[in-house]
């Protein structure tokens, strides 16, 4: 059939609209965007241009709604004043719910900012001017948009024939996974790149690339009308010739769902026919929007322009600043007005040229990757450096992100897949750079040089490299190229790794500095026997817990590692990423007495600030009174944490090359020797850069409070030698992989009637596909199974994949291949056959155990209260099986709710919709599984 026309006399009664959000000021730490305001103008000019335009003026909301006739002066003197129009989430939100209920042609919806994923590349967030990310792992972004969670779910309820999305902002292809139109609906999308590609920001004067691309289409096509098929070709050819962000090929990418569109027409195409009148509907009442947006046709010009109409010729500069009103006009006062508005727009002019205000160029971006453990000083640092220049206009903007050692540490050994990124399988079973870390960074301050070292040894990756599994993953890995370099500049700072003893227990002073940690250990528990637990961080997260890791496993005497893995995750299950975690998880005071009989190894400065009093500034939010005061024991064999600055210049990443390199030269001089940015380090407790070494505490350090007097040391102790230790610390990952032996893992899969009905069971993220992602890090010697909880009243419940040792490939298809059926799920039977299960073979104490329970809650209520009693008990039960709950619908993990009070008595995890369900179930089995380790 023909494309859709919105022009088409058969549609030219409907309600038509485009939506065009634009965010050009924002208030954190990311960069302002002064060319969204020329993407807004191009957008406007390509929709109801008056020979191709598919829509009329009337027929636009624009936010921010600048207003046209003031915009070019307006917004010219709101960039050079650091201002601009705000946008919030609640003001789009309205704007889209109001689109879909009243569109019933054709809706575009544009949007040109800031976008953010999640670090596994999910869950698009569109970023508005208020927005922010922050440390909590459920729920990282504030004041954002979710494309899968907010947008999609609108559009999706749309009225309109025809729905078209154009996205114009970073990771914009990264919406592609969660593009879910209705059944039967007309729906495009097309994004300004594929997924997990930055895009640059653009010139203010022209706009960003893209848009500017769209519009030329839009605007300029001969012969036959601009279809979004043929959109899309042309506009990748447009694009071929330029690089994204990093060297990454620039491909527009796009998804359709329903024949197609017609966006522009043909530049000879016939005048505009008059439109008949729109007869308003009834419309139900909904939010009022702000100011400037009201629902429905209120913010639109009064009526459509009249035929025969012809617009006078102005002045590009004129029509910017003022566009003719739409309604019929002779010509004599379009003529008339003309030359008002260019004898206007050369006062303008004037005004603008003897004002002081500039238009500011949009900042250098650069990108800093840090350790999990050194992530809020180095966002603070970051914050604090001048980024204007005389004008008062942003020159750098530094955008801060954190990635656990071990994949940062991989990611660089496999630096071409972070270019181009490998194909995986449908387990995600492979280094993947851009969903483990994030973007390519210019700047990477590791906690240590070990990181640096590891990262940079030749020949085959260590155990640190964080490869996930065998097969699939090593082939990739071992094609991998080398495509940056990694230069260290020096360190910003300084902080010794070491064993925080409640003041409370007993050690000779002696052991205070000078012995390594082995003996430290042993004087502790030889003075209070049974009352001292050793804790340390997750050493996959962070450089310093695998360097503390590393000589409590090579400690004379030491027990194996399972012994010692095993205590750590009986007194604490998961065991925390950072050393600020772990302090905190211990300050919470639900985990009886371990706040007053736990040693952690942790950073100096951590513990320093969990020592301050109530009130202190630089205490942890966190800290409470619950929590011992500390003395710090500095180990001799653990290395200092040396914050090494390391420049990473990538092949191919050739825009703005010199200027980056002096910016990133400029931020390193800066932290290491500006004393502003020194005390960003010395007020969270490191100690400074003092001629090549660390410092003296100085009176202003929190190592100098009167709380820390008799808990640190004020001279730099000696720890642990300089020289490679690569080697032992990949050792150290695989011997802390492999601590705990082979695991025993039962999925739970629901396939009952209800998971197919509601759209759960086949596709990405869905029951199948999360169960087999989750297998990633299962290997040759765990065993598992995966059993079907649907069957028949009376019957018993069936294998997908029967309770043993498998290859991991032939499992997931198993999976792959599982049918739901017309059946419900029998849970409370299936929940006391996989305990009883995983449970068999006692004489295997150590062995960890995971039941985990993929379902979408329905069938929970057929599980009595008495029954729900009754599972909560055996769930406690020895030997321990760790219960996840995934709850692919919201509920199931209320407090309160079956899925939760099973994860508590467990000391198990209830996921649902609102975390991360894919990466936190694959981080689950990983716990369990020693496929990381293989």
Known sequence: MPPYDARGRENAAKRHRALLIGVERYTGTRNDLPAVATNLRLMREALTAE????????????????????????????????????????????????????????????????GIVRPDGSDLNLMFTDSRVTRDRRHPFVDTLSWRDDVMPELRNAGADWVVVILDCCFAGNALGAFSPAAGQNFALLTAAEPGVEIPPGDPRTGTEFTAALHRLLTTSEGEPVTFTRLVAGIRDEMAALKA???????????????????????????????????????????????????????????????????????????????????????????????????????????????????????????????????????????????????GCRTVGI???????????????????????????????????????????????????SAWQRATAEGESDGGTGAAGAGTADTVADTARSVVELDRLGSVAYTPMVLGVPDTMILAQSLQTDDPLGAIISGLEAAQPGAVTILRPDPEATEGALLATDALYAAPGAQPASTLERNMAAAIRPMPSTARELMCALADGTHNTLEDRAAVLVPEQTLAQFNLAAGRPGRPACATEALAHRVAHYPSDVPMLDLPFVRVTWQGADRDAAARQDAVQDFYDWLATDPDAQKCFTDDGFRGVDKGGPARPGDDSVLGSEDNTSAVREAVPATGTVTDVTASLGDTLKDYREALGPGRVMYLLDNSTSVAAERLWDGSGRAKDLVARSMSSLGAGDAYGVRLMAVAEGKA???????????????????????????????????????????????????????VLVTDGEDFEDVGQAQQKQLVAEAGEEPLVRIVTVSLQNGACADGRFGERLATASGGRCLDPADDIAAELAAEVAKTGTGDAE
């Open 51 to 114: 020979r191709t335009g598919v829509l009329g003026p009337e027929d636009l909301v624009v936010i921010p709604d600048v207003g046209v006739p003031s915009a070019a002066l307006t917004d010219t003197v709101a960039r050079g004043n650091g201002g601009g129009a705000r946008v919030g989430p609640l003001q789009v939100r309205a704007a889209l719910s109001a689109a879909r209920d009243e569109v019933t042609g054709l809706l575009v919806v544009y949007f040109a900012g800031h």
């Open 245 to 391: 962000i990093d060297g990454h090929p620039w491909i527009p990418d796009e998804l359709r769902h329903g024949d197609d569109v017609v966006l522009a027409l043909a530049t000879d195409a016939a005048p505009r026919p008059p439109a008949p009148p729109v007869t308003p509907q009834p419309v139900a009442p909904g939010p009022r929007l702000p100011q400037g947006h009201a629902k429905g046709p209120a913010n639109r010009a009064p009526g459509r322009r009249s035929k025969g109409w012809t617009r006078p010729v102005l002045p590009a500069f004129a029509r910017r600043l003022l566009p003719v009103p739409r309604r019929s006009l002779n010509r004599v006062t379009a003529l008339v007005l003309a030359g008002v508005l260019v004898l206007t727009g050369a006062g303008l002019w004037y005004v603008l040229r003897s004002s002081d205000d500039v238009v500011c160029a949009s900042p250098l971006e650069l990108r800093v990757l840090t350790d999990p453990d050194l992530r809020p000083t180095v966002q603070k640092a970051a914050d604090a450096y001048p980024k204007r220049d005389g004008d």
């Open 399 to 449: 955008n801060v992100y954190d990635a656990e050692a071990a994949d940062a540490v991989a990611a660089f050994r496999s630096s071409s897949l972070w270019q181009e990124p490998a194909a995986c399988p449908v387990s995600g079973d492979c280094p993947q750079p851009q969903r483990d870390v994030g973007a390519q960074p210019d700047i990477w301050i590791p906690a240590a040089g």
């Open 797 to 851: 419940a069936t294998d997908a994949v029967p309770f043993g040792p498998h290859t991991r490939a032939t499992a997931q298809n198993d999976v792959a291949g599982a049918r739901a059926v017309a059946h419900d799920a029998r849970v409370a039977e299936s929940l006391k056959g996989a305990l009883a299960t995983l449970r068999a073979g006692r004489d295997e104490e150590e062995q960890p155990r995971l039941l």
